[in-house]
Nanobody, 126 residues
Framework: QLQLVESGGGLVQPGGSLGLSCKIS????????VAWFRQAPGKEREGVSC???????KYEDPVRGRFTIATDDAKNTVSLEMKMLTPEDTGVYYC????????????????????WGQGTQVTVSS
């Protein structure tokens, strides 16, 4: 049974760092891309970053240079390391997996496309 479980969310001060983890069970990541999405209060869900099975990464403009996505194949886990956080980074962060390239996966911030976790809350506030 395919399952994605996010962890690592919490409260952090502006300028701080936080690491998220997406544990994937029920499939191996060969031929799959894994993406992180987020949804801020009152806003639409948006793509954040994505990594392909070959390790190619993609970042959306608001997070490029501050966030780093990586895969731990041994643990079947995808991490998102976040630095220089601002209150605009606040939201529920979701990971999703799909047999699709990142440029396509990030276009569909909806559970109707791919398989999704339940999300983890990130709050950036002083």
């Amino acid at each position: 049974q395919l399952q994605l479980v996010e962890s690592g969310g919490g409260l952090v001060q502006p300028g701080g760092s936080l690491g998220l983890s997406c544990k994937i069970s029920g499939l191996t990541l060969d031929f799959y891309s894994v993406a992180w999405f987020r949804q801020a209060p009152g806003k639409e869900r948006e793509g954040v970053s994505c990594i392909t099975s070959s390790g190619t990464t993609k970042y959306e403009d608001p997070v490029r240079g501050r966030f780093t996505i990586a895969t731990d194949d041994a643990k079947n886990t995808v991490s998102l390391e976040m630095k220089m956080l601002t209150p605009e980074d606040t939201g529920v962060y979701y990971c999703a997996v799909a047999e699709a390239p990142c440029r396509r996966l990030l276009l569909y911030p909806t559970p109707d496309f791919g398989s999704w976790g339940q999300g983890t809350q990130v709050t950036v506030s002083s």
